[in-house]
Nanobody
Framework: QVQLVESGGGSVQAGGSLRLSCTAS??????????IAWFRQAPGKEREGVAG????????YYADSVKGRFTASQDNAKNTLYLQMSSLKPEDTAMYYC??????????????????WGQGTEVTVSS
């Protein structure tokens, strides 16, 4: 059973930065064949994909709304994915979730297909 633990959320003013971390454990197959992705959900809105990384090679995915502002990276030795968020906007305010899975096409795939989820960490950006 894959377990994910997120950290790093908080409150910042617009234009500020935050770094989220997602540490994974309990993989039954190689960690290097998983997608680890960040999704977010604002109140009253559907969950949406933000960014992701394929651990087997480091290929990344970003939603158009965050390209150029968010950067996903990984530390394989620590089984940890990072999401560096810069130039934050009030519309980035949401609960951010880390998810993992290894289905075909997982990078950029729908949140509905991901089976393993963290507890979420809240990000609030004030104007």
């Amino acid at each position: 059973q894959v377990q994910l633990v997120e950290s790093g959320g908080g409150s910042v003013q617009a234009g500020g930065s935050l770094r989220l971390s997602c540490t994974a454990s309990g993989y039954t197959s190689s960690y290097r064949r998983y997608c680890i992705a960040w999704f977010r959900q604002a109140p009253g809105k559907e969950r949406e994909g933000v960014a992701g990384i394929y651990t087997g090679g480091g290929r990344t995915y970003y939603a158009d709304s965050v390209k150029g502002r968010f950067t996903a990276s990984q530390d394989n030795a620590k089984n940890t994915l990072y999401l560096q968020m810069s130039s934050l906007k009030p519309e980035d305010t949401a609960m951010y979730y880390c998810a993992a899975d290894n289905f075909p096409g997982c990078l950029g795939g729908s949140w509905k297909k991901y089976n393993y989820w963290g507890q979420g960490t809240e990000v609030t950006v004030s104007s």
